[in-house]
């Protein structure tokens, strides 16, 4: 084995599978990297200096290509179901020596070293082994990179084999297709095969937190975005892909602690990541400064197509993937809060894109509120962030994250149970769907606005508001709110045919408490009586 580059204890990479055949490049610099892929033909410059690159087949996660091992650590403890799905121990064996086979296989392996978690309690290594050179800048991007000396003493606590170009053998191999990614918590590996999709290796890491930090530290994992303002107020953002968490909380007014999972433990809300992953459909300067001013040299660009004749992308072409996406170092923001922690947050938002034009743009929950929609995680899989996935459509994932939880819903929810009564911080939820409708016949509600209406709850304007009571989903939303027309406030005044309006909401209330029906065995009734009454 030849090695350039910088790696801690090259024995470890031997115990991980690479053997002599390969020419190992470990921690190259993000200008080395991007150098790497341009030699190789696998990207072009933006003009603005980004690596532009295609992942190919997938354009959005698989999570129908999902497993985590069936072991000790996982039986009783993982609530296995479409999004857990089992793998054995033997099979993944077998499995890892063949992508171990392949990489070896390979002129060049990338090898990565980072961290995952800003709070130094909680950090962990994160070691990824790659075959593309634009994966491994990726996880450079996304992860918290080595300060200092830090690379000399790295322990890599989790390795990560990616590798796009292998294709399992279904029959063979156990997996449903010929890509797949696979969780091992009890040897502390991942593989990720068949796949390009950046966000594969992202959202890897994030389920693997999701385990670790409640089972062993009593931390609560969050799906949301977060930041601090002057005052040293955190606020958080829980919610889906495309919701707003990045558009969000990317806020000139305040500090960036992270855009997408948090950890949220005694002393705080801190980071997981060193990095965003931002969806670039429709992006303007105008619209998303900070996300735009983003795109530099370092920034990598996803399934962007240029304007005929030019390197500027067209951000509002859909030709390859509406999921269009931006991966940047944090410190590509220029307001960041350093380090990416907080404390506790005095304000939660749980985001929702309501396809259906029911719920009102802000409302102001109670404690047993919040726990219901916590649990519930109503919104809608927004276009292109899923394969398969054209337009919004209407959909429950609880905790805001179903797809990266191995564990039942329910012990996040008590978790935040926990810290909301001890902290007592105010919850908002927040509809950034549609007015006026619902997809297809309303608008999306205005950025502006919601803007507006979070300003207005951020300053403390909300906590003097009067409120009106929703009918069917007994929320209180304000009857009026700085920058922000009144009728907005109330969805039932934006629709010309509020009798359809009455209907509809009752039968998006039906499906509230249909999707409840697996919870409610384990819910107190207090979280039962904020049911909406369909």
Same mark, same amino acid.
């Given at each position: 084995m030849s090695i350039t580059g910088k790696i801690s204890n090259s024995e470890d990479l031997y115990q991980q599978g690479i053997l002599n055949s390969t020419h190992v490049k470990a921690n190259l610099s993000p200008d080395e990297l991007i150098q790497e892929s341009l030699a190789k033909g696998l990207g072009v410059l933006s003009d603005q200096g980004a690596l532009c690159i295609r992942t190919g087949e997938f354009t959005g996660r698989s999570p129908d290509d999902k497993f985590t091992v069936d072991n000790e650590v996982t039986h009783q403890r993982v609530d296995w179901n479409k999004f857990n799905q089992a793998f054995s121990q033997e099979r993944f064996e077998k499995l890892l020596a063949k992508v171990q086979q392949y990489l070896n296989s390979q002129d060049t392996v990338y090898v990565q070293d980072n961290f995952a978690c800003a709070h130094p309690k909680y950090r962990i290594g994160v070691r990824a082994i790659t075959e593309l050179p634009w994966s491994a800048q990726f996880a450079s991007n996304m992860f918290i990179r080595p300060q200092g000396d830090e690379l000399s003493s790295f322990v890599a606590d989790w390795v990560i084999y990616c590798a796009p170009g292998f294709h399992a053998d279904a029959a063979e191999d156990g997996t449903r297709q010929h890509n797949f990614s696979i969780i091992d918590f009890k040897n502390r590996r991942i593989l990720i095969g068949g796949s390009a999709y950046t966000g594969e290796i992202k959202k890897s890491i994030f389920t693997i937190l999701n385990f670790v930090l409640p089972v062993n530290h009593h931390v609560l994992p969050m799906h949301c975005s977060a930041n601090v303002g002057k005052a040293g107020d955190t606020s958080i953002f829980f919610g889906l892909s495309g919701t707003g968490k990045t558009t969000l909380s990317a806020d000139p007014d305040r500090y960036l602690i992270g855009d997408d999972e948090h950890g949220w433990s005694d002393e705080g809300v801190f980071n997981f990541e060193g990095g965003c992953y931002a969806k670039c459909i429709d992006l303007t300067e105008e619209k998303e400064p900070d996300i735009y001013k983003a795109i530099r040299p370092g920034a990598i660009l996803e399934n962007i197509v240029f304007i005929p004749g030019t390197q500027t992308p067209d951000f509002s072409c859909k030709e390859i993937t509406e999921n269009t996406r931006v991966s940047y170092p944090i410190h590509h923001i220029s307001h960041i809060q350093k380090p990416s922690f907080g404390p506790a947050p005095k304000n939660i938002f749980f985001l929702t894109c309501d396809a259906y034009g029911i719920l009102p743009p802000i409302s102001k929950l109670d404690p047993a509120q919040a726990m219901y929609h916590f649990i519930s995680g109503y919104t809608a899989k927004v276009a292109g962030t899923e394969a398969g996935v054209t337009e919004p459509k209407a959909t429950f994932s609880a905790c805001f994250g179903a797809p990266f939880l191995p564990l039942h819903p329910t012990e996040y929810a008590t978790l935040l149970g926990e810290r909301i009564r001890k902290y007592n911080p105010s919850i908002w939820l927040v509809n950034t769907g549609w007015t006026g409708g619902p997809y297809?016949?309303?608008?999306?509600?205005? !950025? %502006? /606005? %919601?803007?507006?209406? !979070?300003?207005?709850? !951020?300053? @403390?304007? !909300?906590?003097?508001?009067? /409120?009106? %009571?929703?009918?069917?989903? @007994?929320?209180? /939303?304000? %009857? @009026?709110?700085?920058?922000?027309?009144?009728h907005v406030l109330n969805p039932r005044n934006t629709w010309a045919d509020t009798g359809l309006y009455d209907q509809k909401a009752r039968e998006l209330a039906r499906r509230f408490n249909n999707n409840f029906d697996k919870y409610r065995p384990k819910a107190t009734a207090e979280i039962i009586a904020a049911e909406p009454v369909a």
């Amino acid at each position: 084995m030849s090695i350039t580059g910088k790696i801690s204890n090259s024995e470890d990479l031997y115990q991980q599978g690479i053997l002599n055949s390969t020419h190992v490049k470990a921690n190259l610099s993000p200008d080395e990297l991007i150098q790497e892929s341009l030699a190789k033909g696998l990207g072009v410059l933006s003009d603005q200096g980004a690596l532009c690159i295609r992942t190919g087949e997938f354009t959005g996660r698989s999570p129908d290509d999902k497993f985590t091992v069936d072991n000790e650590v996982t039986h009783q403890r993982v609530d296995w179901n479409k999004f857990n799905q089992a793998f054995s121990q033997e099979r993944f064996e077998k499995l890892l020596a063949k992508v171990q086979q392949y990489l070896n296989s390979q002129d060049t392996v990338y090898v990565q070293d980072n961290f995952a978690c800003a709070h130094p309690k909680y950090r962990i290594g994160v070691r990824a082994i790659t075959e593309l050179p634009w994966s491994a800048q990726f996880a450079s991007n996304m992860f918290i990179r080595p300060q200092g000396d830090e690379l000399s003493s790295f322990v890599a606590d989790w390795v990560i084999y990616c590798a796009p170009g292998f294709h399992a053998d279904a029959a063979e191999d156990g997996t449903r297709q010929h890509n797949f990614s696979i969780i091992d918590f009890k040897n502390r590996r991942i593989l990720i095969g068949g796949s390009a999709y950046t966000g594969e290796i992202k959202k890897s890491i994030f389920t693997i937190l999701n385990f670790v930090l409640p089972v062993n530290h009593h931390v609560l994992p969050m799906h949301c975005s977060a930041n601090v303002g002057k005052a040293g107020d955190t606020s958080i953002f829980f919610g889906l892909s495309g919701t707003g968490k990045t558009t969000l909380s990317a806020d000139p007014d305040r500090y960036l602690i992270g855009d997408d999972e948090h950890g949220w433990s005694d002393e705080g809300v801190f980071n997981f990541e060193g990095g965003c992953y931002a969806k670039c459909i429709d992006l303007t300067e105008e619209k998303e400064p900070d996300i735009y001013k983003a795109i530099r040299p370092g920034a990598i660009l996803e399934n962007i197509v240029f304007i005929p004749g030019t390197q500027t992308p067209d951000f509002s072409c859909k030709e390859i993937t509406e999921n269009t996406r931006v991966s940047y170092p944090i410190h590509h923001i220029s307001h960041i809060q350093k380090p990416s922690f907080g404390p506790a947050p005095k304000n939660i938002f749980f985001l929702t894109c309501d396809a259906y034009g029911i719920l009102p743009p802000i409302s102001k929950l109670d404690p047993a509120q919040a726990m219901y929609h916590f649990i519930s995680g109503y919104t809608a899989k927004v276009a292109g962030t899923e394969a398969g996935v054209t337009e919004p459509k209407a959909t429950f994932s609880a905790c805001f994250g179903a797809p990266f939880l191995p564990l039942h819903p329910t012990e996040y929810a008590t978790l935040l149970g926990e810290r909301i009564r001890k902290y007592n911080p105010s919850i908002w939820l927040v509809n950034t769907g549609w007015t006026g409708g619902p997809y297809g016949i309303g608008q999306r509600m205005k !950025l %502006t /606005y %919601t803007r507006a209406m !979070l300003s207005a709850a !951020l300053s @403390g304007e !909300l906590d003097h508001a009067e /409120y009106a %009571t929703h009918e069917v989903f @007994g929320l209180k /939303y304000p %009857t @009026g709110c700085s920058n922000v027309p009144d009728h907005v406030l109330n969805p039932r005044n934006t629709w010309a045919d509020t009798g359809l309006y009455d209907q509809k909401a009752r039968e998006l209330a039906r499906r509230f408490n249909n999707n409840f029906d697996k919870y409610r065995p384990k819910a107190t009734a207090e979280i039962i009586a904020a049911e909406p009454v369909a």
